[in-house]
């Protein structure tokens, strides 16, 4: 393992191993063996699993009720570029411990923001720098950058969707900075996510010009990024609301069709967010699939939210029926395109010990090997494919199949519906199809 930095901020934890699901030791991987193939690939090929830094490293456990009660050791230093470089250290210290390959990052989760734009990219491309270091000692790659255009107060109306242009072009600068340190660090992607890009109320939102603003600013920045050199893939991240009331890319049915409108389906794909999908009212797997049937299925954030709680909680992933059920998804789909599976999750408020993240990553890793596992199981050793095919076996041969090549009229429809009786009850077989993911898990 390399470090260059001086100090290790995670005493006492060494690198987590795989030792199977016999074993006692909460510091192990029980499901999650990187080099155990699956359908074809290694578990580390098919998650490509991410650190994100702002969870994990900058997410202290404030919210609305109260200030952070978490005292990260890598959090002293009063010097921008000094602070930058002891969260980088114990960044990559932590990734190579857990033995993950990549990492994620908002321009500033790496370094504070300045007061001026010229001195914030001064202070980014320092921090690029360093961690490059830190890639070349380590072998850690970046899944992909991207650029917050939504915490500061000047993108309180939105960012590339504000009313007022000098709001629009102060974020066309701050993303050009955040594809600048992604190409420099060799990104892989880059992902846009409009947490402000949306309306409170329709009486002052001009929604029309709001919308189209948004599909300019983001094919000049796909423009910009390519004029580079950046081969990797954009990925929009859905998100029905919260923080605005309704956000522009409320779901991936809607993000899909604003990416073929303003033109953009030949570069950009989707990052499918667990708890964004269950805010929108649909399931992960629902999420999922809609992206692969568009062939925009890219990247994931993993987490999941609260039954109780109706916002983005981002807890780590642990349910292993929802997860097996959206591995099926990725497996019959064919996987990723580009992207991996990116940590997007933080720790309880009251699980204050360091090793605590230890915990959840392990925990979040585990839910998703242990899924792919079962989903691989039912594909191969299971009656699923067989009970799913029978179930549309009307449209493989017959009148059924004339129509799925589009061979038939409405005529021709309504003369076949004529010369048959009343259509035969098939059973949906629901609960057969439910205990079969349950017997495997």
């Not at 954030?301 to 642990?318: E, H, L, S, V």
Request: charge should be negative; include cysteine; aromatic fraction near 12%.
């Amino acid at each position: 393992m390399a470090l260059i930095g001086d100090k290790e901020y995670f005493k006492g934890i060494g690198e987590i191993k795989y030792e199977g699901k016999e074993s006692d030791n909460p510091m192990a991987f029980k499901f999650y063996n990187s080099d155990q193939v699956v359908a074809g690939k290694t578990m580390n090929e098919h998650f490509k699993f991410a650190m994100a830094y702002w969870h994990t490293l900058c997410g202290t456990g404030g919210d609305p009720f109260g200030p952070g009660t978490k005292n990260f050791p890598w959090i002293t230093a009063n010097d921008p570029i000094k602070a930058a470089k002891d969260k980088a250290d114990a960044a990559f210290e932590f990734i190579t411990k857990m033995g993950f390959d990549y990492y994620c990052f908002h321009d500033f989760d790496l370094v504070d923001e300045a007061a001026t734009l010229a001195e914030s990219e001064k202070r980014v491309q320092k921090t690029v720098e360093y961690l490059k270091q830190k890639q070349e000692a380590s072998g850690v790659k970046l899944l992909w950058g991207t650029a917050n255009c939504f915490s500061n107060p000047r993108y309180m109306n939105g960012a590339a969707s504000n009313p007022n242009f000098d709001v629009v072009a102060h974020a066309g600068a701050q993303v050009k900075i955040a594809l600048d340190a992604t190409i420099a660090l060799g990104g892989e992607n880059y992902v846009f996510w409009g947490g402000r890009e949306g309306y409170m109320s329709l009486l002052n939102t001009n929604m029309k010009l709001e919308q189209d603003n948004i599909g300019r600013f983001l094919n000049m920045a796909k423009d910009y990024a390519r004029s580079q050199g950046f081969n990797g893939t954009f990925f929009i991240e859905p998100k029905p609301m919260e923080p605005s009331k309704h956000q522009y890319d409320f779901d991936a049915a809607t993000s899909i069709n604003s990416i073929r409108e303003y033109g953009l389906e030949n570069d950009f794909k989707l990052n499918i967010e667990v708890n964004h999908a269950t805010l929108a009212q649909h399931t992960f797997q629902h999420e999922l699939q809609v992206a692969a049937n568009a062939g925009m299925l890219g990247s994931v954030d993993a987490n999941r939210g609260d039954y109780q709680n109706g916002w983005d909680t981002d807890q780590f992933p642990n349910n292993v029926l929802e997860t097996a059920e959206a591995m099926l998804v990725l497996l019959k789909s064919g996987g990723l395109q580009g992207g991996g599976i990116n940590f997007d999750a933080k720790t309880r408020r009251n699980s204050t010990d360091l090793e605590d993240i230890f915990l959840a990553h392990i925990g979040g890793a585990d839910t998703f090997a242990r899924a792919l596992l079962v989903a691989d199981a039912v594909i191969q050793k299971s009656p699923y494919e067989d009970l799913l095919g029978k179930r549309y076996a009307s449209f493989d041969s017959g009148k059924g199949a004339d129509f799925v090549k589009g061979n038939l009229s409405l005529t021709d429809l309504s003369d076949y519906a004529h010369s048959k009786n009343e259509p035969e009850q098939i059973s949906g077989k629901q609960e057969l199809f439910e205990n079969i993911i349950n017997q495997y898990i």
